[in-house]
Nanobody, 118 residues
Framework: QVQLVESGGGLVQAGGSLRLSCAASGGISSIITMGWFRQAPGRAREMVASISSGGTTDYAESVKGRFTISRDNAKNTMYLQMNSLKPDDTAVYYC????????????WGQGTQVTVSS
């Protein structure tokens, strides 16, 4: 079983930066694809960025050039560096984990609130 715990959310002004962290535990965290998702009020959860165990990354178009996803397998931790934040980035951000060859993310953190003021 994999446990995921996010940290690093908060309130920031537009144009500012935040770094989110996701600590994974459970013994297999180094072999799963991990991702950041977000959900704003009244909107569906959307994928923000993902990173494979080998470091291959993928980003939503809305965050390309502003957000950077990374992971430290030795520390079983994933990060999301968010720069040039916009009010539209306001959401609860969730860390997710997906086993190799699985079609869906089966592991989720509790979420951390990111609020960007204009």
């Amino acid at each position: 079983q994999v446990q995921l715990v996010e940290s690093g959310g908060g309130l920031v002004q537009a144009g500012g930066s935040l770094r989110l962290s996701c600590a994974a535990s459970g013994g297999i965290s180094s072999i799963i694809t991990m991702g950041w998702f977000r959900q704003a009020p009244g909107r569906a959860r959307e994928m923000v960025a993902s990173i494979s165990s080998g470091g291959t990354t993928d980003y939503a178009e809305s965050v390309k050039g502003r957000f950077t996803i990374s992971r430290d397998n030795a520390k079983n931790t994933m990060y999301l560096q968010m720069n040039s934040l916009k009010p539209d980035d306001t959401a609860v951000y969730y860390c997710g984990g997906r086993l190799p060859f699985a079609s869906n993310y089966g592991y989720w953190g509790q979420g951390t609130q990111v609020t960007v003021s204009s």
